[in-house]
């Protein structure tokens, strides 16, 4: 007997039967519930004058809700992608089973960086992108302008932009051919990328320093078209343990027209699921529509 002559046949026995469906239809209503609140909860940072986040994360997001068992929340600078003192929402980090920042040269009041200060602390996993290297940009003697090495505390990356560890890249013309490294082939987030693509991505210069504190490197970018002759390979995804003792994964790519290429679509799915310490999908879901705009 199907649901339609069920609910026919529970209705013409009256009462009982109108109570019988009711109880049953919120059971289901509950067990749904249930189930979804046992999905983590991913809470997306952003804040960027350049690179779209507040687009490509929320597309991210979608993704991983329709397709991938996660619940997600993404907050983004306000008014718009230039306000640098504000993000509201941050409290939705108090909830959240792992956080994404994606920033670059924020100067939140101290409450916010407090809440975030909080996430920190609880040794929950974590996920960048790109211009968090450089997250935060207070001016020397704020009282907050140690959270100018923010990247270093939580995904491993030089402190911040230039300074002694000459954190650059190689010129906005240049673009990055990346390559899966070998010896780590068989880590779980390489998982359906593939062993090479390109991203529009300029490399960033981290090395010889970083990825600190033990980082085990997963793929290696080299720069195509360069702006000087002095550049190098340097790694551009990276798995590890950060200061506060979370495990991170962090990407120097992001540029908006990286999402367009699927096995980086890939790589951020997975490591998406790494991190939240669920099993790498063996089904890929197929590619993301995400076409977002370069703003300079």
Same mark, same amino acid.
């Given at each position: 007997?199907?649901?339609?002559?069920?609910?026919?046949?529970?209705?013409?026995?009256?009462?009982?039967?109108?109570?019988?469906?009711?109880?049953?239809?919120?059971?289901?209503?509950?067990?749904?519930?249930?189930?979804?609140?046992?999905?983590?909860?991913?809470?997306?940072?952003?804040?960027?004058?350049?690179?779209?986040?507040?687009?490509?994360?929320?597309?991210?997001?979608?993704?991983?809700?329709?397709?991938?068992?996660? %619940?997600?929340?993404?907050?983004?600078?306000?008014?718009?992608?230039?306000?640098?003192?504000?993000?509201?929402?941050?409290?939705?980090?108090?909830?959240?089973?792992?956080?994404?920042?994606?920033?670059?040269? %924020?100067?939140? +009041?101290?409450?916010?960086?407090?809440?975030?200060?909080?996430?920190?602390?609880?040794?929950? +996993?974590?996920?960048?992108? %790109?211009?968090?290297?450089?997250?935060?940009?207070?001016?020397?003697?704020?009282?907050?302008?140690?959270?100018?090495?923010?990247?270093?505390?939580?995904?491993?990356?030089?402190?911040?932009?230039?300074?002694?560890?000459?954190?650059?890249?190689?010129?906005?013309?240049?673009?990055?051919?990346?390559?899966?490294?070998?010896?780590?082939?068989?880590?779980?987030?390489?998982?359906?990328?593939?062993?090479?693509?390109?991203? %529009?991505?300029?490399?960033?210069?981290?090395?010889?320093?970083?990825?600190?504190?033990?980082?085990?490197?997963?793929?290696?970018?080299?720069?195509?078209?360069?702006?000087?002759?002095?550049?190098?390979?340097?790694?551009?995804?990276?798995?590890?343990?950060?200061?506060?003792?979370?495990?991170?994964?962090?990407?120097?790519?992001?540029? +908006?027209?990286?999402?367009?290429?699927?096995?980086?679509?890939?790589?951020?799915?997975?490591?998406?699921?790494?991190?939240?310490?669920?099993?790498?999908?063996?089904?890929?879901?197929?590619?993301?529509?995400?076409?977002?705009?370069?703003?300079?």
């Amino acid at each position: 007997m199907n649901t339609q002559k069920i609910a026919y046949y529970l209705l013409h026995k009256g009462t009982i039967g109108v109570l019988l469906l009711s109880c049953s239809m919120l059971i289901a209503t509950i067990g749904m519930a249930q189930k979804k609140s046992k999905q983590p909860l991913v809470v997306f940072v952003t804040g960027d004058h350049e690179y779209s986040s507040e687009a490509t994360m929320p597309k991210i997001a979608a993704e991983l809700e329709k397709n991938y068992g996660f %619940r997600t929340k993404v907050l983004k600078a306000y008014p718009d992608h230039n306000a640098e003192e504000n993000i509201p929402g941050l409290e939705a980090l108090k909830e959240a089973d792992m956080a994404v920042f994606f920033l670059r040269w %924020r100067r939140l +009041p101290a409450d916010q960086v407090k809440l975030i200060e909080e996430f920190l602390q609880t040794k929950k +996993p974590m996920v960048g992108f %790109r211009t968090t290297t450089h997250a935060f940009n207070y001016p020397k003697g704020h009282p907050l302008a140690s959270w100018n090495a923010f990247g270093e505390w939580a995904f491993n990356t030089p402190p911040g932009w230039g300074g002694v560890d000459k954190h650059t890249h190689y010129g906005h013309e240049s673009s990055t051919d990346v390559t899966m490294i070998e010896a780590v082939a068989d880590d779980p987030i390489l998982n359906g990328v593939g062993k090479s693509f390109h991203v %529009r991505s300029w490399l960033y210069q981290v090395l010889p320093k970083f990825p600190s504190n033990g980082s085990k490197a997963l793929m290696m970018g080299h720069s195509v078209n360069p702006n000087t002759n002095k550049a190098y390979d340097n790694p551009v995804a990276w798995t590890g343990i950060n200061q506060y003792g979370a495990k991170i994964f962090f990407t120097t790519m992001g540029h +908006p027209e990286d999402f367009d290429q699927e096995p980086f679509q890939h790589l951020v799915i997975n490591a998406i699921h790494w991190a939240a310490g669920k099993k790498i999908p063996k089904k890929w879901a197929g590619p993301i529509d995400i076409h977002v705009p370069y703003r300079k």
